[in-house]
């Protein structure tokens, strides 16, 4: 099995930034990919950002140029970097893990509020 913890979030203002973590423990070696997602008040959870195994990235139209995916192996700790934070980027940020070709998990999330 795989845990997600992510940790980072909090009170930004409008144009700050922040870098969210997610750190994975347990079959590390068994995971696939690593998907960002984000939920607001009363709104679905949408796709962010994920990497791939192979170091491959994508990113949803509404934060590419802005986020920025990364991970650090060593670590086992995936990465969001968070500029030009936008006060409709506040949202609970989850990360989410495909693991062993079948499984998924995802961690319990952190909240980012983008205010003034």
């Known amino acids: 099995q795989v845990q997600l913890v992510e940790s980072g979030g909090g009170l930004v203002q409008p144009g700050g930034s922040l870098r969210l973590s997610c750190a994975a423990s347990?079959?590390?070696?068994?995971?696939?990919?690593i998907t960002w997602y984000r939920q607001a008040p009363g709104k679905e959870r949408d796709f962010i950002a994920h990497?791939?195994?192979?170091?491959?990235?994508n990113y949803a139209e509404s934060v590419r140029g802005r986020f920025t995916i990364s991970r650090d192996n060593a670590k086992n700790t995936v990465y969001l970097q968070m500029n030009s934070l936008k006060p409709e980027d506040t949202a609970v940020y989850y990360c989410?893990?495909?693991?062993?070709?079948?499984?998924?998990?995802w961690g319990q999330g952190t909240q980012v509020t983008v205010s003034s």
């Open positions: 989410y893990a495909y693991y062993g070709g079948t499984y998924t998990t």
């Open positions: 347990g079959s590390i070696s068994s995971i696939n990919t």
């Open positions: 990497i791939t195994n192979s170091g491959s990235t």
